[in-house]
């Protein structure tokens, strides 16, 4: 059984910078993952920041990227706000039509 | 623009069934792959079935042999048939639009099953 891993919780300072990460219990992450990132808050729905590794959805500002470091991929968030405090999740394609959430990560802003 | 509202949950018991819809508006379903993802309460998100624009479908593990996912394109509506339903699929069930590029770029508001005795 494939498990996503990403880190519980995490927190920043405003303005400050943090880089998420989304691994696998065996193996790297890879671009032929196709990792993609979303953001939630309480009780809405998700949305869409990353897709592709690193293509932002429309919409997104480009304080946040994606990228692969290492063995994980990863989720950076410059010059962070109030706003950035949420849910965050990796999903990643396993192949075959099948795909993967991680645990997701909480992120404090204070 | 781009919609996605689902339908059709509510409190079911154990070993129960309940069918899903998920009504698209605002680009042509028929030539996209859309998805379930399901939230327990509390949970993180977890991907359910997944169905190509041409019917080819897929599931998770936690689900295969007791959900079927299914679309008809000349409604615009995408289906999940939950059947043997236990206590661990209490969830938000959100359908999301699939963006050509293994990834996910809509979402609907969901909708909560509960499953209870």
């Known amino acids: 059984q494939t498990v996503v891993t990403q880190e519980p919780s995490f927190s920043v300072s405003p303005g400050g910078t943090v880089t998420l990460t989304c691994g696998l219990s065996?193996?790297?992450?890879?671009?032929?993952?196709?990792p993609s990132w979303y953001q939630q808050t309480p009780g809405q729905a998700p949305r869409t920041l990353i897709y592709s590794t690193n293509t932002r959805s429309s919409g997104v500002p480009d304080r946040i990227s994606g990228s692969i470091l290492g063995n994980k991929a990863a989720l950076t968030i410059t010059g962070a706000q109030a706003d950035d405090e949420s849910d965050y999740y990796c999903?990643?394609?396993?192949?075959?039509?099948?795909?993967?959430f991680g645990g997701g990560t909480k992120l404090t802003v204070l | 623009q781009v919609q996605l509202v689902e339908s059709g949950g509510g409190v079911v018991q154990p070993g129960g069934s309940l069918r899903l819809s998920c009504a698209a508006s605002g680009f042509t379903f028929s030539t996209y792959n859309m998805h379930w993802v399901r939230q327990a309460p509390g949970k993180g998100l977890e991907w359910v079935a997944f169905?190509?624009?041409?019917?080819?479908?897929k599931y998770a593990d936690s689900v295969k042999g007791r959900f079927s996912i299914s679309r008809d394109n000349s409604k615009n509506t995408m289906y999940l048939q939950m059947n043997s339903l236990r206590a661990e699929d209490t969830a938000v069930y959100y359908c999301a639009k699939d963006n050509e590029r293994f990834g996910v770029d809509y979402w609907g508001q969901g909708t909560l099953v509960a499953v209870s005795s």
């Open positions: 999903a990643l394609y396993m192949g075959s039509g099948i795909w993967v």
């Open positions: 065996s193996g790297s992450v890879s671009v032929d993952y196709y």
């Open positions: 169905i190509r624009n041409d019917g080819h479908d």
